[in-house]
């Protein structure tokens, strides 16, 4: 994934998911290793949005959710 990709996706999704670029980046690392992310936080600060909003912005879909 090249850097202005990742950049363009950061800035896309960093002002619906306030607060949370570090959490955007570890996804966006493991997406070109077809990797598994988990995601823990306490309840409500937007996990299922950090996870769907990354694969939204380049147009593809967000599967593999489990709670």
């Given amino acids: 994934m090249h850097f202005d990709l990742c950049?363009?996706?950061i800035e896309n999704v960093s002002p619906v998911i306030a607060g949370?670029?570090?959490s955007?980046?570890?996804l966006l690392v493991a997406l070109p290793a077809d990797g598994h992310v988990?995601?823990?936080d306490i309840p409500g600060p937007g996990?299922?949005?950090i996870a769907k909003s990354p694969a939204g912005s380049?147009?593809?879909s967000s599967t593999g959710e489990e709670m």
């Fill in 7 to 9: 950049k363009r996706i």
């Fill in 47 to 49: 996990k299922t949005l």
């Fill in 58 to 60: 380049i147009g593809v």
């Fill in 20 to 22: 949370k670029e570090r």
């Fill in 38 to 40: 988990l995601i823990e």
């Fill in 24 to 26: 955007i980046e570890f």
